[in-house]
């Protein structure tokens, strides 16, 4: 109960820790969750990064890989960093990896969105999925975004959302307001999913946190709302002037 009341107070607080407790089950309970959607919202992600031959890319919050796994079999000559604070679910992302034969082009390491060890301007691009409204410096995750990427580098954040107004955003909300941690509860025994729809409701609109990212550095090429508005997919550049 106590944990739960933590949780409650401060809505950001997803800790790597709380995730390794639910690593097992993640990946499934997100398949479970999103009807199979979360798979199509990732290829747009994707999509967004436009990477090139030779590219060098970060997956923040990479949890499992499911994204860093996905861009590696994408673009056959592209390498991936996935980076996550959970050892729990880099665990599972590890045998995941590994299952794939995708160990060549695919490392995961432990670290976090606010600190991250690349030099400046060293990459083409940085994705993050589900990632960012766990950050509790989101500005500071951003400005480490624009600082580690090159001239023209992109950044392509999805995140979940509080679904817009009309019958199908009404019935979205319920979905995450009450099916999500119910399911999430019963299917994995862990009341953690509880924190997902409250950090979901404490995240901000789309407008606001794009200009969190333009006053991060990053040019805002879109932020365009996905599934009634259950997600946002936030595609940001660095400028060559930056």
Avoid: C
Wanted: without cysteine.
């Amino acid at each position: 109960m106590d944990e739960v009341k933590t949780l409650a107070v401060d809505p950001r607080g997803g800790s790597g820790e709380m995730f390794d407790r639910i690593a097992a089950r993640y990946d499934l309970m997100n398949r479970i969750i999103s009807l199979g959607i979360d798979q199509r919202w990732r290829r747009r992600t994707v999509d967004a990064l436009a990477l090139k031959p030779g590219a060098r890319v970060l997956d923040l919050a990479t949890g499992t890989g499911d994204l860093a796994m996905m861009i590696a079999r994408r673009h056959p000559e592209v390498s991936v960093e996935g980076i996550d604070p959970s050892a729990g679910m880099l665990a599972e992302g590890e045998r995941k990896v590994a299952s794939a034969a995708l160990g060549a082009r695919v490392k995961l390491r432990r670290g976090d969105a606010e600190h991250i060890d690349a030099e400046d301007g060293s990459v083409d691009g940085i994705s993050m999925a589900f990632g960012i409204r766990n950050v509790v410096d989101r500005p500071k995750a951003l400005r480490e975004m624009a600082r580690a990427l090159k001239p023209g580098g992109r950044v392509a954040i999805l995140e979940l959302s509080e679904p817009r107004r009309g019958l199908l955003g009404t019935l979205a909300r319920v979905h995450i307001h009450h099916v999500v941690p119910t399911l999430g509860a019963l299917l994995s025994g862990a009341w953690e999913y509880r924190y997902l729809q409250r950090s979901i409701a404490a995240f901000p609109p789309a407008e606001e946190f794009a200009e969190t990212m333009r006053a991060s550095g990053l040019r805002v090429e879109r932020a365009e709302p996905m599934t009634f508005g259950v997600v946002h997919l936030y595609v940001g550049v660095r400028d060559a002037t930056k």
